[in-house]
């Protein structure tokens, strides 16, 4: 049995400076669904396994294991849109590696550090740190509004896809 965290819908406001585990409480997941091995890495199809797992490898600096959970090609819509000649697009695991400290550079790990994660569901904003329990998509927000990163469920699993646009 595998106790996972998650939220109930009527918190709407928590705590930014706690943790996702002391934020939410806990229920009993089926280990089917949670994710599964494939080339040598986990897959989550839950968030916060992910988040946990995701936030850790930053934390300690283990850039292989974040790169594991990223997809490729990583896109960065942002500078698409207002600065092509500054686009962090990388079309491959070995370029984004190269490139590595100006996506996760201090604002972005400082954000993964204190949760500054939050989803939309249907289409609408949530309130900082809400789980959603239908679509996939997550920002991780950064305090200068770049690179936030996009967090989604391309493949059935979770994966940071890329730096969000903003209109």
């Given amino acids: 049995m595998i106790y996972c965290c998650s939220c109930s819908s009527e918190k709407n406001k928590k705590d930014t400076n706690s943790t996702i585990e002391n934020d939410i409480p806990s229920k009993e997941i089926n280990t089917n ?21 995701f ?46 400290d100006l996506v996760f550079n201090d604002d972005v ?12 569901e249907d289409e609408k904003d949530l309130q900082e740190n809400d789980v959603i329990e239908t679509l996939g998509l997550y920002l991780v927000e950064t305090k200068e509004g770049y690179p936030d990163l996009e967090i989604d469920k391309p493949n059935g699993y979770y994966q940071i896809i890329g730096i969000t646009y903003y209109p």
């Fill in 33 to 53: 669904d949670v994710g599964f091995k494939k080339e040598g890495m986990t897959k989550h199809s839950d968030f916060l396994l992910f988040w946990n797992d």
């Fill in 55 to 100: 936030k850790t490898a930053v934390e300690k600096g283990e850039k292989s294991k974040v790169i594991a959970m990223i997809q490729f090609p990583f896109v960065d819509h942002f500078n698409e849109v207002y600065a092509p000649e500054k686009q962090l697009t990388f079309q491959t695991a070995e370029e984004f590696k190269n490139n590595y």
């Fill in 109 to 120: 790990i400082a954000a993964i550090k204190n949760n500054k994660y939050r989803g939309y």
